[in-house]
């Protein structure tokens, strides 16, 4: 074995360890939206609390992405990734919650901790990837957004089956997980990409189709808004349905685990199409079946159209983080923590606007909304695209 294979060997052993941490940092996320409603029952919680509750835990567990993101850029030791692993342990917490007036104070106290935890970790998890120049960008950041998309789709089923059996002691196994992957990266040793390396980087690499991250920001930011109205709203609506609690979680398990599978496959086309131009294929391809979804949703098949766009519409994430690496814009540690935190912390907020609402008309006007995010942000992809051509024939 030559030295390059070698290196390349090295890199996608590290690449796994990476998706693997992925995978179990956003298993939180995923019990949060899917247990939401069993946490609501066994604090006496309405839907605008739960609904409060979700949006403390995902506002650290994105905004601090975005703060975080442009600190240590010549640093390569994963601090924060270390130190996320460890604060995401505090969702075991839960289980000692008094079932009081003050239950909705100390959840939100123990969601802010682990949602920090989870936050504070990725920045660093994508810098590390980075660092992996011996993968194809697309490739790389595919199969890492995979572990995450497929961890959320993972705890968004199992926990659901696990609480129903096991209750607050049905945290636990994510916790242990959490302290797992801790002790296998620093076995490794992880180390991120820093600043003063980037040039040469995106010297290295021939751009096939150039990109303004804001633009791309905006994209992400408008198709995360109605994967986050989703994920909230579609365990709402089987409640409000009376559905067994597991309908709720197996739906929103094969749109996220559809996504994973759909970036790393579409992730292999890249090269030739260009992330964007396959981004406005993938919405274009996705957004009728979940429009499908919305209408047949009581049924017991209905996940299966949920896969379907969830391939398609949420496999185009990956694309768009893929993108972001090398556009043109902010530095990498701001660029990272703004396409996996910032916007997801514009989105995390629909949640509890939207409770009150779900209250007051219920949930089926708010899952009807869900495909708009998608369907503005193909119209953006789409004029970016035209104004792009309207320039080379000037």
């Not at 959320?152 to 129903?164: C, K, R, V, Y």
Request: net charge positive; aromatic share 10%.
């Amino acid at each position: 074995m030559d030295e390059t294979q070698r290196q390349l060997r090295t890199q996608w052993i590290l690449l796994i360890a990476l998706t693997a941490a992925h995978f179990v940092l956003d298993c939180f996320p995923g019990l949060m939206h899917t247990v939401l409603p069993a946490f609501q029952q066994s604090f006496h919680l309405s839907v605008s609390e739960g609904a409060v509750l979700l949006t403390v835990f995902l506002i650290p567990a994105n905004g601090i992405q975005v703060l975080i993101g442009r600190l240590r850029a010549e640093n390569d030791k994963p601090l924060f990734l270390y130190a996320g692993l460890v604060a995401v342990c505090a969702i075991v917490l839960f289980g000692i919650v008094p079932a009081d007036g003050t239950a909705l104070l100390w959840l939100c106290l123990i969601s802010l901790v682990c949602g920090a935890g989870v936050g504070m970790t990725h920045p660093e998890c994508l810098k590390a990837i980075h660092r992996l120049d011996s993968i194809s960008p697309a490739v790389s950041s595919s199969v890492f957004m995979a572990g995450g998309v497929i961890g959320f789709a993972f705890s968004s089923w199992t926990s659901t089956h696990w609480f129903e059996r096991w209750g607050f002691g049905s945290l636990v196994p994510f916790c242990v997980a959490a302290v797992i992957v801790l002790a296998v990266l620093l076995i490794f040793g992880i180390r991120l990409a820093v600043e003063r390396d980037e040039p040469t980087r995106k010297a290295a690499r021939k751009q096939v189709e150039p990109i303004s991250f804001w633009m791309i920001m905006a994209v992400a930011t408008l198709a995360a808004c109605s994967v986050q109205v989703l994920a909230w709203i579609v365990p709402q609506r089987v409640e409000e349905l009376r559905l067994n609690l597991t309908f709720g979680g197996a739906a929103v398990s094969m749109y996220s685990l559809a996504g994973g599978i759909g970036g790393i496959v579409m992730s292999r086309f890249a090269a030739k199409h260009g992330e964007l131009r396959l981004i406005r294929w993938m919405l274009a391809a996705g957004i009728p079946f979940l429009a499908a979804y919305l209408f047949f949703l009581p049924q017991p098949w209905s996940p299966m159209l949920l896969f379907v766009s969830g391939f398609f519409c949420f496999g185009a994430y990956p694309l768009m983080v893929s993108a972001a690496r090398h556009s043109e814009g902010p530095n990498l540690g701001q660029r990272m923590g703004l396409i996996v935190g910032g916007i997801w912390l514009v989105a995390c907020v629909l949640p509890m606007l939207l409770g009150p609402v779900a209250e007051h008309v219920g949930t089926l006007p708010i899952l009807f909304c869900v495909p708009v995010g998608f369907v503005l942000s193909l119209l953006l992809a789409v004029m970016s695209q035209k104004k792009k051509s309207r320039k080379h024939l000037l």
